[in-house]
């Protein structure tokens, strides 16, 4: 029964979207505001030149890799919709995921089907893909690497691992925690990894390792002297070989406007405008001046402390990991738009059957303070982009405040957590009957 009610939802979900994209395009065609986003005519524009045997980066502000475009070439003779049903049906590919990866977890069914229906039904996640974002390809992506891992299929996972970090660049951050998981401790020699399944009693059974290896993953000295491992070493070369491919194919395709607009510039951006990021502000007011690579840069440095920090301390449980890794990377960023939430929304439901955070009243706090501060710093940014109003000064304290609510919603979540590692670790004893 739960079966055929994920089916539905699959179903359902799909039409949704299908719904959406039609009327997308009628909006697009009667209305002055239109429903599909500005990058979708970007990356179109960007296909059909590569279709031309012309470079993608001909159009400017195209700022991916050719990978994109290539995938939307159909646009020009199929169908001028055809990216936004591949982006969706990618958002639908995410919703299989994660019920996949609490199935493996052990996770009862009705919990998996309301975590599923949490994404497919989420108003930023079921439009992001409809407007001709890309974003759910790459949300996709890493839950399969997720799914990879815990199969015990690490060649695979280095490969797409490899790949993603070339089409997006951003899950870059998630490579030490990957890392960290190949632990040889984690798996029997030849065996496929043993999963920690999720109970109702976990809380008390997890206490033990929570005291005691955690300890060990926090000193620097021991992570250092066991990182060289043989699985380690293998998804480090083999990612790296599949991300220099990539890189490599299209320098040598397209030159240094490739390595510098679809890599490079999103290391050093500044948007001084549609920037939800503290730093906004600093860059409205520098914006003509140029900035130094090492000022462009050195915005990274909290983000790097804060990382090494949710790392040390929460490896193990991957995917609980790498939510609070990009929920914290999005936040401090020195560039936030509406579409990084898809980053972490996407790995929202893999947390949530471990939260011991009741949606009355945490729950509904966290939701209300983090869309309250996000409604605040969208009505001064109404008042600056269409009333032209001088409220640059309010706009940066809302940003403060913006970050404010997102710490404070992670520090929430973090507390009402119930620590659960992927693996079932091994004692020394074990391991010698091996």
Known sequence: MVLMN????????????????????????????????????????????????????????????PLLAFLLIPNSFIHQSWGKILFSASDLLVGLFIRTILKLRGVPDNICFCSVALWLFNPFTFTIGTRGNCEPMVCAIVLWIIICLMNGNNLQAAIWYGLV????????????????????????????????????????????????????????WLFLRNMLTKKRILFG????????????LFFYLYGWEFLHEALLYHLTRTDPRHNFSIYFY???????HEFSVLEKLISFLPQLIVQLVLILRFAQDLPFCLFVQTVAFVAFNKVITAQYFVWFFCL???????????????????????????????????????????????LWLASLLFLAANTWVLVMI?????????????????RKLQ
């Open 237 to 248: 070369l083999f990612s790296g070989v599949v991300f220099f491919f990539w890189t490599g």
């Open 414 to 430: 973090i507390r009402r957590h119930m620590f659960s590692p992927v693996f079932l670790w091994l004692d020394n004893r074990t």
């Open 6 to 65: 994920f089916h539905s939802l699959l179903l359902f979900s799909g039409a949704l979207r299908i719904l959406l994209i039609i009327y997308g395009e009628w909006q697009d065609t009667h209305m002055e505001v239109r429903y599909t986003d500005v990058d979708y005519f970007v990356f179109s524009d960007a296909a059909s030149l590569m279709g031309s045997g012309r470079s993608p980066y001909e159009r400017s502000t195209y700022r991916y890799s």
């Open 165 to 220: 970090v070339h089409f997006r660049i951003y899950p870059i951050i998630y490579a030490l925690p990957i890392l960290l998981v190949l632990h040889p401790d984690n798996v029997r020699s030849s065996q496929k990894p043993t999963l920690q399944k999720w109970s109702l009693n976990q809380q008390k059974s997890l206490q033990s390792f929570s005291t005691t290896k955690l300890v060990s993953l926090s000193d620097p």
């Open 282 to 288: 600093h860059i409205y007011l520098h914006h003509e």
């Open 348 to 394: 929202l439901p893999l947390i949530l059957p471990w939260s011991k955070m009741k949606l009355k009243w945490e729950g509904l706090s966290c939701i209300f303070v983090w869309m309250g501060a996000q409604i605040h710093w969208l009505m001064w940014g109404y008042l600056l982009e269409f009333k032209g109003k001088n409220v640059f000064l309010q």
